[in-house]
């Protein structure tokens, strides 16, 4: 069966360093991939998605980057987080009638 | 362009009740696919049910079924039998499966279910 694992569950870090938030899919192949932010009380801001290695679709602009190294390893990056990248990120692959979850990262910079 | 409307931001419903929760979707791509989720306060994303825009029957998954109707671009949720276990936030999303293949998600429902 598929499984999602993303790590890390939660994470303080200081204005101003860096930030890597990895997600890796397994039981499936060239799944879609996708990283959500959501803030409190909010719903899901759609991030990132990619169809395949190496391509990457940014939907909104901001201080993130995303990269997919491998068919089912999906990365978030920032070389400097600002307070406004507090939130609850979330991973999420996809393939024709399914879209699961990971079980999500609660960033807080301070 | 791509859109996904849940009009409700919050629901009551006394348990063992039936409960409806509405999504209005909006897409020019004639091939996509409907989700609701369900996130309890744990934050995790629970799958309730998929609904593809060629299928020919409302999909239905135990309690939860869609009530999808393609004309008025409405893909509702429907909860039977509520429990208190069911209190949670209820999101609807949409994937189109031609050009972009992106899944974006509507501002989500808040539902309560009440003895």
């Known amino acids: 069966s598929q499984t999602i694992h993303q790590w890390p569950a939660t994470l303080v870090q200081p204005v101003g360093s860096p930030l890597s938030l990895e997600c890796t899919v397994e039981?499936?192949?060239?799944?879609?991939l996708y990283w959500y932010r959501q803030a409190a009380g909010r719903g899901l801001q759609l991030l990132f998605y990619?169809?395949?290695?190496?391509?990457i679709s940014s939907e909104v602009p901001q201080n993130l980057s995303a990269s997919r190294p491998q068919d089912r390893q999906f990365i978030l990056s920032s070389k400097k987080l600002l307070l406004s990248d507090s939130g609850f990120y979330l991973c999420a692959w996809s393939v024709i009638r399914e879209a699961f979850f990971g079980q999500g990262t609660r960033l807080t910079v301070v | 362009a791509q859109k996904i409307t849940q009009t409700q931001p919050g629901m009551f419903v006394q348990e063992k009740e039936a409960v409806t929760l509405d999504c209005t979707y909006d897409t020019s791509d004639p091939s996509y696919g409907l989700f609701w989720y369900k996130q309890p306060s744990s934050g995790e994303m629970i799958f309730l049910i998929y609904q593809g825009s060629y299928d020919q029957q409302n999909a239905t998954e135990g309690r939860y079924s869609l009530n999808f109707q393609k004309a008025r671009k409405s893909a509702n949720l429907v909860i039977s039998a509520s429990q208190l276990g069911d209190s949670a936030m209820y999101f609807c999303?949409?994937?189109?499966?031609?050009?972009?293949?992106?899944?974006?998600f509507g501002t989500g429902t808040r539902l309560q279910v009440f003895p």
């Open positions: 999303a949409m994937r189109e499966t031609g050009d972009t293949d992106k899944l974006i």
């Open positions: 990619s169809v395949g290695i190496g391509q």
């Open positions: 039981g499936t192949s060239n799944p879609n």
